[in-house]
């Protein structure tokens, strides 16, 4: 990827249409594969400059004061935006506003001309009634342009602001001198994706992660394979089997599972080795083995015990304290060289309904940080217990989460970060 790359990915629809999830998934998605994204989001100005309590009336297109005040909200979002490009070398910013008219969409490119950005919009359609009203519900009554509003007159101003927006709003049109524009629509949450002059790596990725987004409600469950007999050793990698104490939690997942989901259907994916596969044997669901599931590769250091690993490679031991997320073992594998084999495993989950993935301390530690959006310093170190099932359930900017644990002992494989003595040289 050319690192000068800088893409504006430019939101376009009505209110209450996802414009907001789908920047915020966006980023996530990129911000967990390391590539520098940040978003935009126009409203948060509009609240900075305005104040936050602006009835519908605000956003009549025949209200010329509130006209000038929102264009003024995304110029100063746009300033911002260029500086963050030039400044702290961003490559993807996210511009999240209806962004509905031409003129608004014409003057944005412009802006970006100038600076060098690549403009791709992002439309989102949605003709549900049921669907609109849901988002409404869900997340605009408590946005802070309805702090402490009666609900029901805030849905009723929200409908109305929607109406002011019907009014103005144009599609991203190819015969409207559009035709050049880069973009992608978004029809009734991805059920039709038309896309148009889409260019370069990054573009398409995004526009491949945008198709396989959805909303329906799910879960997804994670668990470590049962205690193997390399916990009990306190080796790491390897390919042992289930300690006894391991085996019993096998046979006791499928009650804990059953009671959370009902008969509800549920696919289990293991990795190829045999702790996670033996781990899963009880389980009445249809299944799937990934190796890009397999535990991060330890390399040299592959079924050690922490304490011979000090002793034999003291310095790899430190270093990898020292920034543990881009330590790579020799021979072997960094957690962001895992991250990147796991994208498929992310875009493949997004796709998916209720999903068990029976893995390793590893793996589900950037698989849980993708979608608690960890940072790359928190992510190797979130604890992840043996014998305990994660319960995720996306809500409409983050994921709930409930932990089950199962009352048969294991092992701590929990090293934390070493406190190291404050540096005082300087
Ligand atoms: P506004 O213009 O007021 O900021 P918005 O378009 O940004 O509105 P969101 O705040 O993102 O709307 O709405 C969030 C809700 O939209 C979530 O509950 C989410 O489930 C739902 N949603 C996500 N994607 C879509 C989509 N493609 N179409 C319709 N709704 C969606
Ligand atoms: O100890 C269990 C284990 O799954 C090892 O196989 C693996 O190397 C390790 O955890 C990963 O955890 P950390 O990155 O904290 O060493």
Same mark, same amino acid.
């Given at each position: 990827m050319n690192s000068n790359t800088r893409i504006a990915c430019v939101m376009v629809g009505l209110p209450a249409r996802g414009k907001t999830y789908i920047a915020q998934k966006v980023c996530r998605y990129l911000q967990w594969l390391s590539v520098s994204t940040k978003v935009f989001n126009v409203g948060n100005y509009r609240r900075k400059l305005h104040g936050a309590h602006q009835m519908h009336s605000f956003f009549d297109p025949h209200n010329t004061e509130g +006209?000038? !005040?929102?264009?003024?909200a995304a110029l100063e979002a746009l300033k911002d935006?260029?500086?963050w490009f030039l400044e702290e070398d961003g490559t993807v910013a996210i511009f999240d506003a209806t962004n509905s008219t031409r003129e608004r969409r014409c003057m944005i490119i412009d802006y970006c001309k100038k600076y060098d950005v690549q403009v791709m919009f992002i439309e989102s359609i949605c003709q549900d009634e049921s669907l609109i009203l849901q988002n409404i519900m869900d997340v605009k009554l408590s946005s802070p342009d309805?702090?402490?509003?009666?609900?029901?007159k805030a849905a009723e101003d929200f409908r109305a602001r929607?109406?002011?927006? +019907?009014? !103005?709003y144009e599609t991203l049109n190819e015969m409207k001198n559009e035709s050049d524009y880069t973009y992608?629509?978004?029809?009734?949450?991805?059920?039709?994706?038309m896309i148009n002059m889409i260019q370069g790596y990054l573009q398409s990725r995004i526009v491949y992660y945008l198709m396989n987004l959805h909303i329906l409600p799910r879960n997804i469950f994670f668990s470590r394979h049962g205690e193997s007999v390399y916990n009990l050793e306190g080796k790491i990698g390897g390919d042992s089997k289930l300690s006894p104490r391991g085996r019993k939690y096998a046979l006791a997942l499928p009650e804990l599972i059953k009671a959370n989901l009902g008969d509800q259907p549920l696919t289990v994916w293991t990795s190829t080795l045999k702790r996670t596969i033996e781990t899963a044997k009880h389980l009445q669901y249809p299944k799937l083995q990934w190796k890009a599931l397999d535990e991060l590769d330890a390399g040299v250091c592959d079924g050690m015990t922490y304490e011979e690993i000090e002793a034999k490679y003291p310095e790899d031991y430190f270093n990898r304290d020292e920034d543990k997320f881009n330590y790579r073992y020799r021979g072997g594998e960094s957690y962001r060289d895992v991250v990147y084999r796991l994208e498929p495993v992310i875009m493949e989950l997004e796709r998916q309904q209720n999903i068990l993935i029976i893995g390793h301390q590893a793996i589900l530690r950037c698989i849980y940080g993708y979608f608690q959006k960890l940072s790359q310093d928190d992510l190797p170190y979130v604890k992840i217990p043996l014998h305990t099932v994660i319960k995720l359930t996306p809500k409409a900017y983050t994921c709930?989460?409930?932990?089950?644990k199962i009352d048969i002992d294991a092992v701590d494989t929990h090293r934390p970060?070493?406190?190291?003595?404050?540096?005082?040289?300087?």
């Amino acid at each position: 990827m050319n690192s000068n790359t800088r893409i504006a990915c430019v939101m376009v629809g009505l209110p209450a249409r996802g414009k907001t999830y789908i920047a915020q998934k966006v980023c996530r998605y990129l911000q967990w594969l390391s590539v520098s994204t940040k978003v935009f989001n126009v409203g948060n100005y509009r609240r900075k400059l305005h104040g936050a309590h602006q009835m519908h009336s605000f956003f009549d297109p025949h209200n010329t004061e509130g +006209e000038i !005040a929102r264009k003024e909200a995304a110029l100063e979002a746009l300033k911002d935006m260029i500086k963050w490009f030039l400044e702290e070398d961003g490559t993807v910013a996210i511009f999240d506003a209806t962004n509905s008219t031409r003129e608004r969409r014409c003057m944005i490119i412009d802006y970006c001309k100038k600076y060098d950005v690549q403009v791709m919009f992002i439309e989102s359609i949605c003709q549900d009634e049921s669907l609109i009203l849901q988002n409404i519900m869900d997340v605009k009554l408590s946005s802070p342009d309805y702090k402490d509003m009666d609900p029901e007159k805030a849905a009723e101003d929200f409908r109305a602001r929607i109406s002011h927006y +019907e009014e !103005a709003y144009e599609t991203l049109n190819e015969m409207k001198n559009e035709s050049d524009y880069t973009y992608a629509k978004l029809i009734n949450v991805g059920s039709q994706v038309m896309i148009n002059m889409i260019q370069g790596y990054l573009q398409s990725r995004i526009v491949y992660y945008l198709m396989n987004l959805h909303i329906l409600p799910r879960n997804i469950f994670f668990s470590r394979h049962g205690e193997s007999v390399y916990n009990l050793e306190g080796k790491i990698g390897g390919d042992s089997k289930l300690s006894p104490r391991g085996r019993k939690y096998a046979l006791a997942l499928p009650e804990l599972i059953k009671a959370n989901l009902g008969d509800q259907p549920l696919t289990v994916w293991t990795s190829t080795l045999k702790r996670t596969i033996e781990t899963a044997k009880h389980l009445q669901y249809p299944k799937l083995q990934w190796k890009a599931l397999d535990e991060l590769d330890a390399g040299v250091c592959d079924g050690m015990t922490y304490e011979e690993i000090e002793a034999k490679y003291p310095e790899d031991y430190f270093n990898r304290d020292e920034d543990k997320f881009n330590y790579r073992y020799r021979g072997g594998e960094s957690y962001r060289d895992v991250v990147y084999r796991l994208e498929p495993v992310i875009m493949e989950l997004e796709r998916q309904q209720n999903i068990l993935i029976i893995g390793h301390q590893a793996i589900l530690r950037c698989i849980y940080g993708y979608f608690q959006k960890l940072s790359q310093d928190d992510l190797p170190y979130v604890k992840i217990p043996l014998h305990t099932v994660i319960k995720l359930t996306p809500k409409a900017y983050t994921c709930q989460e409930e932990r089950y644990k199962i009352d048969i002992d294991a092992v701590d494989t929990h090293r934390p970060k070493p406190k190291r003595p404050t540096d005082v040289s300087n």
